[in-house]
């Protein structure tokens, strides 16, 4: 499914503007001092438990923008579980549990991103898959700076 989505952003999102592949986002802002302790929980979690089952139930609107609309007990667990960990350290829009999306296209005219949802809404359809890894990516003043990969290889479920 990532490949897919990435295609999707690549051909719908701005690109002077689209500097990373398909992904959802689980945390905004973390503080820079946490770098190091997130990698440590980050590899941790990834062997204790087994990849999140997800699934993709269709189109989500942004207002500006358009993005798949995905729904994961599992992710959201392991969202939970990462939030708790950072207790205290949390900026205000990464302290509630977001609503799990890949946005293919953002910051556009409201008409353009319900033009885009009219005509991929009899496109997609609903499927199961599974989050094969978490992902670092940390803002540095500049476009995103991938940090890390860490696929999940554990046997529990969250």
């Not at 952003?9 to 973390?30: G, I, K, M, Q, S």
């Not at 993709?56 to 358009?66: P, Q």
């Not at 992902?135 to 479920?157: A, C, D, M, N, Q």
């Amino acid at each position: 499914m990532a490949s897919w989505a990435t295609g999707l952003r690549r051909e719908h999102f701005p690109p002077e503007r689209n500097y990373l592949d398909a992904h959802v986002t689980l945390f905004h802002a973390l503080p820079p001092s946490c770098e190091d302790e997130l990698r440590d929980v980050l590899a941790a979690m990834v062997k204790e438990f087994a990849a999140p089952s997800a699934r993709l139930e269709g189109l989500m609107s942004l207002g500006r923008g358009t993005a798949l609309k995905l729904t994961s007990p599992a992710m959201q667990g392991l969202r939970a579980h990462i939030a708790n960990h950072f207790h205290g350290s949390l900026t205000p829009q990464d302290e509630h549990n977001p609503r799990l999306h890949v946005t293919i296209q953002n910051k556009v005219a409201p008409r353009d991103a319900k033009a885009l949802q009219a005509s991929l809404e009899p496109l997609i359809e609903p499927r199961n898959f599974t989050f094969p890894a978490l992902e670092l990516h940390i803002y540095r003043g500049g476009p995103w700076e991938f940090v890390k990969r860490w696929p999940f290889r554990g046997h529990s479920t969250a």
